[in-house]
């Protein structure tokens, strides 16, 4: 008897599963010419179900109907003006449904791509490989389903866990990063509640305007910072959100600006990470995006003021602290 209810109970989980997967109806958009093999294995590995492959023009046709969609996933391969017209009403579809888009793109699409397309839905991939575009789909899907029951077995499990890992510290990291204390102006510091410290720096003076910095000072830090390379493997110190808030102010104080595919060099991280934190700090109001008035194709990002305030006051408050910033 208990044996029956335990068969019977599986095969009702597995009908509610499957239908849960039913429910999740992907459309991919990609030029005729490009190999899409990557993109239907990985939709297949999350369960989900690829409800239509649709070409440049015919996915303008297809907006155009309004028709529904869970997940949008559109493959860049060159800049063109169709190109633009479809990762354009992608990002405004994506917003008015509030349907998750992922873009993949090489890297000399960057720029084109995120000028494009930049909405809160909306998330990039550089030169995935397959276990990235199943990290990307089945964070975008996996809100409330059990998707990732069955990936393919040429899959590296361990890495698409961390990769899980890396998209759950950023959300914790970044999840009051950008709120002010009213009291001092300073930025809030991080909730995570599995981090503590044994020591405490002691509280810094905001009472005046702290003195900026110069492009030298900040340059030669983020040039101590890449000396590590020579000596560890690089990825035991990959920091991106402090490499990218150094790079910017660097070049605001040389009033420079700063391309989203520089920003990405910046970083010292692959693309793919370097565009998701991109993307987060500019959520959270650290980053500020630009048009570049001489290339409708590209923007530049450039530190928000409470976070170029907030560096400032933090090198103000090392340097009288007698730390070592880097």
């Not at 190999?35 to 070409?55: K, P, S």
């Not at 349907?99 to 809160?120: E, H, K, Q, W, Y």
Request: net charge negative.
């Amino acid at each position: 008897m208990f044996k029956e209810w335990t068969h019977n109970w599986a095969n009702d989980w597995d009908s509610i599963v499957d239908s849960e997967q039913r429910r999740t109806e992907v459309i991919l958009i990609a030029d005729a010419t490009i190999d899409q093999t990557d993109a239907h294995r990985a939709i297949t590995a999350t369960g989900g179900f690829l409800r239509n492959a649709l070409t440049l023009s015919e996915a303008i046709n297809w907006f155009n109907k309004g028709e529904r969609a869970d997940l949008l996933l559109i493959e860049a391969d060159y800049p063109s003006e169709v190109m633009a017209k479809v990762l354009a009403n992608a990002d405004a579809y994506a917003e008015a449904h509030k349907t998750p888009l992922c873009i993949s793109a090489n890297r000399d699409m960057i720029d084109f791509v995120t000028s494009a397309a930049s909405g809160p839905f909306t998330s990039w991939l550089c030169e995935p490989d397959l276990t990235e575009r199943v990290a990307a789909i089945a964070t975008h899907m996996a809100e409330g389903q059990p998707l990732l029951r069955d990936v393919a077995t040429e899959i590296d499990t361990q890495r698409l866990r961390r990769l899980a890992d890396e998209v759950s510290r950023i959300a914790r990291a970044l999840s009051s990063l950008s709120s002010t204390d009213a009291s001092s102006g300073r930025l809030a510091a991080s909730a995570m509640s599995d981090v503590q410290l044994s020591f405490r720096a002691e509280p810094a003076d905001f009472g005046t305007q702290a003195p900026m910095p110069t492009a030298d000072e900040v340059r030669r830090i983020l040039r101590v910072r890449r000396m590590r390379d020579q000596f560890f493997e690089t990825s035991l110190f990959a920091d991106p959100a402090w490499d990218m808030l150094l790079d910017l102010m660097a070049a605001q104080l040389e009033e420079a600006q700063v391309a989203v595919s520089s920003l990405c060099i910046a970083a010292s991280v692959p693309p793919t990470t370097a565009l998701r934190w991109i993307k987060a700090m500019t959520d959270h109001g650290l980053f500020e995006r630009c048009a570049d008035p001489d290339d409708g194709r590209r923007i530049f990002i450039q530190l928000a003021p409470t976070a170029m305030n907030g560096m400032a006051r933090y090198f103000d408050a090392a340097k009288k602290a007698g730390g070592m910033i880097i």
